[in-house]
């Protein structure tokens, strides 16, 4: 049940922790796999831990938001990977200058701390990053799957689309569209056989929220960190790992009547209110 062996599988992000954690759980279970990143020389990195378990993987260095990027890359792949059986669009993240410094404006908060402070380019790189980074690998890399009558697709949404974060407004922002896109190309695709779905981590530490949770000098959790561990029932950070189940649940061939839902998968987060 619930196995991949032998999907052409295309994975956004590859580089990343929670990417290259999805992608050798993959290749160990036999799946092919075309793996996307920015960075170079970590995409190589995650490219050597999925060739352990097999041969004909591709890894190709592109950027999401540059359409003419995919295109090329989309090429490339369909001369190897005569149909495309699954899309999983991991690549997103955080930057400091779309953050606040604080949760709340006092008369006494600098506003500069505040929303008011914030950077609009950064503020606009981090959204588009975060929809744009999940709409335009679909765009391209969905066709294939339209006129193949079959397909599945994988967004990674966020517990801040369904509550926003209180110092990430733009990070918010576009997981919560991501979430609402996944929903409108379900029902938009439905008729082709392609699924679409969604998964909303919880807490998971990675290099782009690090320093959201730990303190950059002393190590220790910061007190949003601590705060976030205090709301997670299960009392703990997330670990990429625990994506896995789920990404295998929704690519198998047995959750074929699942389509338009955003799991979450966060220790009970989106389950308590504290109180």
């Not at 990027?69 to 991991?90: A, Q």
């Not at 006494?108 to 606009?124: A, L, M, R």
């Not at 801040?160 to 029902?187: E, H, M």
């Not at 703990?236 to 338009?260: H, M, N, Q, R, Y």
């Amino acid at each position: 049940m619930f196995s991949v062996k032998h999907k052409n599988i295309i994975v956004t992000g590859a580089s990343g922790v929670i990417g290259t954690a999805i992608c050798v759980a993959l290749a160990k279970n036999g799946a092919q796999l075309a793996i996307l990143g920015r960075s170079e020389n970590k995409l190589q990195n995650t490219f050597k831990e999925i060739s352990k378990f097999g041969n004909g993987h591709l890894q190709f260095s592109c950027d999401v938001l540059n359409i003419e990027s995919l295109e090329t890359v989309n090429t490339k792949i369909l001369k190897e990977f005569k149909r495309v059986d699954g899309l999983i669009n991991v690549a997103g993240g955080a930057t400091k200058g779309a953050s606040t410094k604080t949760e709340f404006l006092t008369s006494e908060t600098p506003f500069e701390d505040t929303f008011f402070g914030i950077n609009i380019p950064d503020f606009s790189y981090t959204t588009d990053l975060n929809f744009l980074g999940s709409v335009n690998p679909t765009k391209i890399f969905g066709e294939v799957m339209a006129k193949q009558k079959s397909g599945n697709i994988i967004n990674i949404s966020s517990m801040g689309a369904i509550q926003p974060l209180s110092k990430s407004p733009a990070y918010s922002a576009g997981k919560a569209a991501v979430s609402n896109f996944t929903q409108w190309l379900a029902v938009h695709l439905s008729k082709v056989n392609i699924r679409v779905n969604a998964i909303a981590p919880g807490f998971i530490l990675t290099e782009q929220n690090r320093f959201l949770l730990y303190d950059e000098n002393t190590g220790d959790l910061t007190p949003r960190g601590k705060r976030i561990i205090d709301h997670t029932p299960q009392g703990k950070l997330g670990s990429p790992d625990d994506l896995v189940s789920t990404i295998f649940w929704l690519l198998a061939d047995e959750s074929s009547f699942i389509t338009g839902i955003t799991v979450p998968a966060d220790g009970g987060f989106s389950a308590y209110n504290g109180i």
